[in-house]
C-alpha cells in the first residue's frame, strides 16, 4: 500500500488522533502568535487616552481557521499526495506530447496583452479602464521587468544580489535629475539611464568578484541601503525625503506631448475624450515594448558565448576558472546587464509616476523582486511572469476585501491584513510548488535529443 492510515478513501483511527493532535498544537501556535496582534488592540477614546480594545472574536475566528485547515491537511490532503506521488513512482514516466496551449502560450499571452488596454477601454471607458490598465497592467509588467532582469544575475550567474532596487533608483533619479535641469525627453533619458545603471553595476561588480554565497548577499544588500541614504541626505541634489516632482512626461516619439497646455498634444491633435487613460495606455505599450526587449536580449545572450559562461560560472566557479573562462569579465557582464534592465525600469518608473523619493527603494522592493525570480522559477522567464502577475496583481486584489466582514466582523479593516493573508498565500504556493511555478526548462545547449531539466536541477542550478 502507498500509505497504510489511508485505505480506499477512509482515513485510520491513528490518522485520525494525529490530526487532532496536530490541530491542537497549530490552535496554540496560533493563539500566541496572534494574540497581541489581532486579539488585543490599542486605540485612543473621546478624552484621547490609550486605551485596549479586545476582538477575542476576530481571534477566535483566525485560530478556528487555522485549526481546521491544518485537520483537514493532516487528515485528508497529505495521505493523498503520498497515495498519488507512490502511484506516479510506480508507473514508468511517459513523455506527453506539448499541447496547443503550450505550444503557442507566448503567443496567445502577447496577443492578449496588444488588445487588453483597448477591451479594458471598451468595457469600461476612459476613466473605468485606469486602474486595469495601470494598476494591473503597468504595475505589473514593470515588475516583469525588473524580475527578468535580476533573472540575469541569479537565475542565470548564480549571483545572490539582494540590491538589485539600486539600479532601480539609479535609473529613476538619473531620468529625473536629467529631465528637470537640462530638459531632456524620454526617448534620449531611456538609454542614458540603462547606461548609467550599468556603470554602477560595474561598480558594484569589482568589489564583490571575490565573494559567494551569504557573503555576496550583504554585500550587495548594503550596495542597496547605500544608494538610498545617499539619495534621502543628498538634499542639493536629490531634495532628499520631499522628492523631485514635476517630472516631464513620456512623449509620443517626439512629436506630439500629453500635456494639456501644449498645443501639439494628442487629445487635441487626434480629437480624444480629455482623460489621464490615454497616457497610461501609450505607457502600457512602451512598458510593454521594454519587456518584450528585455525577454529577446535574455533568450539571445544564454545561447551566445556569454551566457554558456553565466550557466558554467552558475554551476561552479573554480570548474569555470579551470576552463579558462575569465570569471571577472563573466561577473561585469552579469552585473551590468542586469542593471541596465533595472536602469531602464527605473526610467520608466519616474516617467510614469511623475515623481520620485527614497522612499520608492527600500530594501522590501529588492525583497519582492527576488521572490518573483524564485517563486516564478529560476531561469524561466514564462514562471517569473506568471509569478509577478501571481504576487502584484494578487496584491492589488487583495487591497479590496471588504467580503471579510462578513467573516470577522464589521470592526475588521482588511487592508491592515491583506499582506499576512498574501504571505500565508505565499507559504501555500512554495509547499505545493516547492520549485516554482515553472519547475522545468529547456536547457541551451544539447547533444543528440532535447529534453526538458527536473525542477530538483532548476534549483540547484544544474542545467
Given at each position: 500500500?502507498?500509505?497504510?492510515?489511508?485505505v480506499?478513501?477512509?482515513?485510520?483511527?491513528?490518522l485520525?488522533?494525529?490530526?487532532?493532535?496536530?490541530?491542537?498544537?497549530?490552535?496554540l501556535i496560533t493563539?500566541?502568535?496572534f494574540v497581541?496582534?489581532?486579539?488585543?488592540?490599542?486605540?485612543?477614546?473621546?478624552?484621547?487616552?490609550?486605551?485596549?480594545v479586545?476582538r477575542?472574536?476576530?481571534l477566535?475566528?483566525?485560530?478556528a481557521i487555522?485549526?481546521?485547515g491544518?485537520?483537514l491537511?493532516t487528515?485528508f490532503?497529505q495521505?493523498?499526495l503520498a497515495?498519488?506521488?507512490?502511484t506516479k513512482?510506480?508507473?514508468?514516466p511517459?513523455?506527453a506530447?506539448?499541447?496547443?496551449?503550450?505550444?503557442n502560450f507566448n503567443?496567445?499571452a502577447?496577443?492578449?496583452?496588444?488588445?487588453?488596454?483597448?477591451?479594458?477601454?471598451?468595457?469600461f471607458g476612459?476613466?473605468g479602464s485606469?486602474?486595469?490598465v495601470?494598476?494591473?497592467?503597468?504595475?505589473?509588467?514593470i515588475y516583469?521587468?525588473l524580475?527578468?532582469?535580476?533573472n540575469?544575475?541569479v537565475g542565470?550567474?548564480?549571483?545572490?544580489d539582494?540590491g538589485?532596487?539600486?539600479?532601480?533608483?539609479?535609473?529613476?533619479?538619473?531620468?529625473?535629475?536629467?529631465s528637470?535641469?537640462?530638459?531632456?525627453?524620454?526617448?534620449?533619458?531611456l538609454?542614458?539611464?540603462?547606461?548609467?545603471?550599468a556603470?554602477?553595476?560595474?561598480v558594484?561588480g569589482?568589489?564583490v568578484l571575490?565573494?559567494r554565497g551569504?557573503?555576496?548577499?550583504i554585500?550587495t544588500?548594503?550596495?542597496?541601503e547605500?544608494i538610498?541614504?545617499?539619495?534621502t541626505?543628498?538634499?542639493?541634489v536629490?531634495?532628499?525625503?520631499?522628492g523631485?516632482?514635476?517630472?516631464?512626461?513620456?512623449?509620443?516619439?517626439?512629436?506630439?506631448?500629453?500635456?494639456?497646455?501644449d498645443?501639439?498634444?494628442?487629445i487635441r491633435?487626434?480629437?480624444l475624450?480629455?482623460?489621464s487613460?490615454?497616457?497610461k495606455i501609450f505607457?502600457?505599450?512602451?512598458?510593454?515594448?521594454?519587456?518584450?526587449?528585455?525577454a529577446?536580449?535574455?533568450?539571445r545572450l544564454r545561447r551566445m558565448?556569454?551566457g554558456r559562461?553565466?550557466?558554467?560560472?552558475?554551476?561552479?566557479?573554480?570548474?569555470?576558472r579551470?576552463?579558462g573562462i575569465n570569471t571577472v569579465?563573466?561577473?561585469?557582464?552579469?552585473?551590468s546587464?542586469?542593471a541596465?534592465f533595472?536602469?531602464?525600469a527605473?526610467?520608466f518608473f519616474?516617467a510614469r509616476q511623475g515623481?520620485v523619493?527614497?522612499?520608492?527603494f527600500?530594501?522590501?522592493?529588492?525583497?519582492?523582486i527576488?521572490?518573483i525570480?524564485v517563486l516564478?522559477g529560476?531561469?524561466?522567464?514564462?514562471?517569473?511572469?506568471i509569478?509577478?502577475?501571481a504576487?502584484?496583481?494578487?496584491?492589488?486584489?487583495?487591497r479590496?476585501?471588504d467580503?471579510?466582514?462578513i467573516?470577522?466582523?464589521?470592526d475588521?479593516t482588511?487592508?491592515l491584513y491583506?499582506m499576512?493573508?498574501?504571505?500565508?498565500?505565499?507559504v501555500?504556493?512554495?509547499?505545493?510548488?516547492?520549485?516554482g511555478?515553472?519547475?522545468?526548462?529547456?536547457?541551451t545547449a544539447f547533444?543528440?535529443?532535447?529534453r526538458?531539466?527536473s525542477g530538483?536541477?532548476?534549483?540547484e542550478g544544474?542545467?
Amino acid at each position: 500500500m502507498a500509505n497504510s492510515n489511508f485505505v480506499a478513501g477512509k482515513t485510520a483511527p491513528g490518522l485520525v488522533r494525529k490530526g487532532l493532535t496536530d490541530a491542537l498544537w497549530t490552535a496554540l501556535i496560533t493563539f500566541g502568535m496572534f494574540v497581541l496582534y489581532i486579539g488585543l488592540k490599542t486605540d485612543q477614546n473621546i478624552d484621547n487616552q490609550l486605551v485596549i480594545v479586545q476582538r477575542w472574536g476576530l481571534l477566535a475566528s483566525i485560530v478556528a481557521i487555522a485549526t481546521v485547515g491544518r485537520f483537514l491537511v493532516t487528515v485528508f490532503i497529505q495521505p493523498q499526495l503520498a497515495a498519488r506521488k507512490a502511484t506516479k513512482a510506480k508507473v514508468p514516466p511517459v513523455v506527453a506530447e506539448p499541447g496547443f496551449v503550450s505550444k503557442n502560450f507566448n503567443k496567445m499571452a502577447l496577443a492578449f496583452l496588444l488588445v487588453y488596454p483597448m477591451l479594458a477601454l471598451a468595457l469600461f471607458g476612459p476613466q473605468g479602464s485606469l486602474t486595469y490598465v495601470d494598476n494591473f497592467g503597468i504595475q505589473i509588467l514593470i515588475y516583469v521587468m525588473l524580475a527578468w532582469g535580476l533573472n540575469i544575475v541569479v537565475g542565470l550567474a548564480g549571483l545572490l544580489d539582494l540590491g538589485y532596487v539600486a539600479f532601480y533608483a539609479v535609473g529613476a533619479y538619473s531620468y529625473a535629475l536629467l529631465s528637470t535641469h537640462f530638459g531632456l525627453s524620454f526617448w534620449i533619458l531611456l538609454p542614458l539611464s540603462g547606461i548609467f545603471a550599468a556603470l554602477w553595476g560595474m561598480v558594484l561588480g569589482f568589489p564583490v568578484l571575490r565573494l559567494r554565497g551569504d557573503y555576496l548577499a550583504i554585500v550587495t544588500l548594503a550596495f542597496g541601503e547605500i544608494i538610498r541614504i545617499v539619495l534621502t541626505n543628498w538634499t542639493d541634489v536629490t531634495k532628499g525625503s520631499f522628492g523631485i516632482s514635476n517630472i516631464t512626461k513620456a512623449s509620443l516619439f517626439g512629436l506630439y506631448t500629453f500635456d494639456m497646455k501644449d498645443p501639439h498634444n494628442v487629445i487635441r491633435t487626434f480629437g480624444l475624450s480629455t482623460s489621464s487613460a490615454w497616457y497610461k495606455i501609450f505607457l502600457f505599450y512602451v512598458i510593454l515594448a521594454l519587456c518584450a526587449l528585455t525577454a529577446y536580449v535574455t533568450i539571445r545572450l544564454r545561447r551566445m558565448p556569454i551566457g554558456r559562461a553565466w550557466e558554467a560560472l552558475r554551476e561552479d566557479e573554480i570548474a569555470c576558472r579551470s576552463l579558462g573562462i575569465n570569471t571577472v569579465t563573466t561577473k561585469l557582464t552579469a552585473f551590468s546587464t542586469g542593471a541596465m534592465f533595472g536602469g531602464f525600469a527605473g526610467s520608466f518608473f519616474a516617467a510614469r509616476q511623475g515623481f520620485v523619493s527614497p522612499e520608492s527603494f527600500v530594501f522590501l522592493e529588492s525583497a519582492v523582486i527576488l521572490a518573483i525570480v524564485v517563486l516564478g522559477g529560476m531561469g524561466s522567464l514564462k514562471g517569473i511572469a506568471i509569478a509577478a502577475i501571481a504576487m502584484i496583481g494578487g496584491t492589488e486584489l487583495l487591497r479590496d476585501m471588504d467580503f471579510l466582514k462578513i467573516i470577522f466582523g464589521a470592526d475588521f479593516t482588511p487592508e491592515l491584513y491583506r499582506m499576512l493573508i498574501f504571505g500565508l498565500a505565499m507559504v501555500v504556493v512554495m509547499l505545493v510548488k516547492p520549485r516554482g511555478f515553472v519547475g522545468t526548462r529547456e536547457p541551451t545547449a544539447f547533444l543528440k535529443e532535447q529534453r526538458a531539466v527536473s525542477g530538483s536541477f532548476t534549483k540547484e542550478g544544474h542545467g
